[in-house]
């Protein structure tokens, strides 16, 4: 590893987190 | 308000306006998901850096040409589906792919599906293939894509907010975060004999011992050492690290033992370089010379176990002055390699890519120069300098001027005699900026310092991943095997410095003779692996 490692996990998190508000939001459910 | 009202020509720029303002209602996810997109990952990869190592600056080339990819491929969408969200999905699908097949290509690595779809170029063109048929469906489709560009629309806000809103806190409040306690169970008394001299270790990275530079490469390394001879230093002529690759040199030395206890702590199996890296940054011998009083020096590199030190008091240059790290890292996670390679093959410039980004010349230049010229201080100093040379990248001709940097893929065929001579023409600029150093670091010094230049392990010229041991013949193991070694050790006879004596023990020795350490000498030993399974050690002497 010669990098700091940005985490694929971490970016994993954020990316489905983000997808779960932004189908809320789309489909009006709150 | 009425048009009427305004006369014609007003009418005309209002129903203009009102117009553009429609558009604009219908397809603002189409123009705002796409623009996200492309700042998401360069965004996330600023966010995740500890704050020492960003600057805003570094990330003007990762958001230019993630801009470039996607702004091209939503054009292309465009044209070819003759509507916004198609131009849309299509530039976030063209930028997703081109920022994740770095991370791919890493992940797959050496694994069976790599070996299966032909490696790394069979990795990139699957990658890149279902990259376009994805592309291909969303601009043939006849559904209406507006519901699925709005979330994703909506989904970047969030992604970008969050990024966005942690890199700028980093900037605006940048929080050095706190290394561990390092528990300092060395017996020694509190105060010693001798006034407190300097220390200074200065691990040249690859520096092979002058014995086997004569024996395998033709190289008399016997004016360098004759310089130092005449600065009062001892050359163990058959000086042996105790690991072959430098973090675990480091972490052993460093720690003033073996590490005998990897192999069952982490599993011999295991392929992960990085989590053997807090013993270099956490380490004995500076909590101990720390505890003392010492000023801890640290010189940070582009190598991630060296990339930074928590527990320094002083670091030259600072962590994010070594390379750009963003850069680095999103160049490392992206196709921009990739593209670089290629236009190098097109332009006709040397197409061996870098496997990292490397520090430039110029920064190690100014390393050398300002350990030379360290801040004045009351306290005594420790300097802990790694400097990645003569390592690769090959950085500097003979006369240190700066070349091209050159990183070749591999050490043997056709390319051998040229490689050999770049690694000589480094090891000459190294010895030249070494006796400079020596010079400077002897003058700045009110009692003559502890000076331990030393090479964490040798060549070998086995290509860029260290292969195990049985892929490796006899001679190119004992080169690997046989570092480079002096040492400035005021007041030790020459005689009790053994000749083949290794890191671990050089350092036991200097804490035992200087500050009466109880750490007595350890049986020598030299311990094989490969880069794949750094911790299935071989006793290999």
């Known amino acids: ?30 | 308000m009425t048009t009427a009202q305004f006369g014609d020509n007003d009418g005309v720029n209002d129903n203009r306006e009102l117009g553009l303002r429609s558009w604009w209602s219908q397809q603002w996810p189409a123009i705002v998901a796409p623009m996200l997109a492309a700042a998401y990952l360069p965004l996330a990869v600023a966010a995740s850096l500890p704050d020492e190592l960003l600057r805003l600056n570094h990330l003007v080339l990762p958001l230019a040409v993630s801009y470039a990819v996607c702004g091209f491929c939503w054009a292309l969408g465009y044209r070819l589906g003759r509507s916004a969200d198609k131009g849309a999905l299509v530039g976030i699908i063209g930028v997703v792919a081109f920022s994740s097949v770095g991370w791919i290509v890493t992940q797959l690595a050496t694994s069976r599906a790599d070996r299966a779809v032909g490696g790394r170029v069979g990795v990139i063109a699957l990658w890149g293939l279902a990259a376009l048929a994805l592309d291909l469906a969303v601009v043939r489709s006849s559904v209406d894509l507006a519901r699925l560009v709005r979330f994703l629309a909506v989904t970047y806000v969030f992604l970008v907010t969050y990024v966005g809103g942690k890199t700028a806190w980093s900037l605006l409040l940048p929080a050095r975060d706190q290394p561990p306690a390092v528990s300092l169970d060395i017996r020694a008394p509190a105060t010693p004999a001798e006034p407190p001299r300097d220390v200074y270790l200065i691990v040249l990275d690859k520096y092979t011992s002058s014995a086997v530079l004569a024996a395998h490469y033709g190289f008399d390394n016997s004016a360098f050492e004759s310089e130092l001879d005449a600065r009062g230093f001892l050359i163990p002529g058959a000086s042996r690290p105790n690991y072959v690759h430098t973090f675990l040199a480091l972490g052993s030395m460093l720690n003033l033992r073996y590490l005998d206890e990897l192999p069952q702590r982490f599993g011999r199996s295991n392929r992960r370089w990085d989590i053997a890296y807090p013993l270099v940054e956490n380490n004995r011998l500076a909590a101990f010379l720390q505890s003392r009083g010492y000023r801890f020096v640290f010189v940070p590199t582009a190598f991630g176990a060296t990339r930074r030190n928590r527990h320094a008091d002083l670091q030259v240059p600072r962590a994010a002055d070594v390379r750009p790290e963003v850069h680095a890292v999103w160049a490392h996670l992206t196709a921009a390699p990739l593209f670089r390679s290629l236009g190098c093959r097109v332009l006709g410039c040397n197409v061996d890519p870098l496997p990292y980004l490397p520090s430039s010349a110029k920064v190690i230049d100014s390393v050398f120069h300002e350990l030379g010229h360290l801040p004045k201080s009351r306290h005594p100093t420790f300097v802990l300098a790694h400097f990645l040379v003569p390592h690769e990248p090959y950085l500097y001709r003979a006369d240190c001027t700066h070349r091209p940097p050159y990183w070749p893929m591999h050490d043997d065929g056709p390319g051998a005699d040229h490689v050999r001579a770049a690694y000589l023409d480094q090891v000459r600029c190294v010895n030249r900026r070494i006796i400079q150093l020596v010079d400077a670091i002897r003058a700045q010094s009110r009692i003559p310092p502890i000076v331990l230049i030393l090479g964490d392990h040798g060549h070998g010229r086995l290509g860029r991943d260290l292969p195990d041991l049985q892929q490796v013949s006899p001679p190119a193991m004992l080169e690997r095997i046989s570092a480079f070694a002096a040492y400035s050790l005021p007041g030790v006879p020459a005689d009790s410095v053994p000749n083949d004596i290794s890191p671990v023990n050089v350092l036991r020795f200097v804490l035992r003779y200087y500050f009466e350490a109880d750490l007595p000498p350890l049986s020598e030993a030299t311990y094989w692996s490969g880069a794949i399974h750094p911790y299935d050690f071989v006793r290999v002497r």
């Open chain 1, 1 to 30: 590893m010669l990098y700091v490692d940005p985490g694929a996990g971490s970016i994993l998190l954020q990316v489905a987190s983000a997808a779960v508000l932004g189908g809320l939001l789309v489909t009006k459910r709150w």
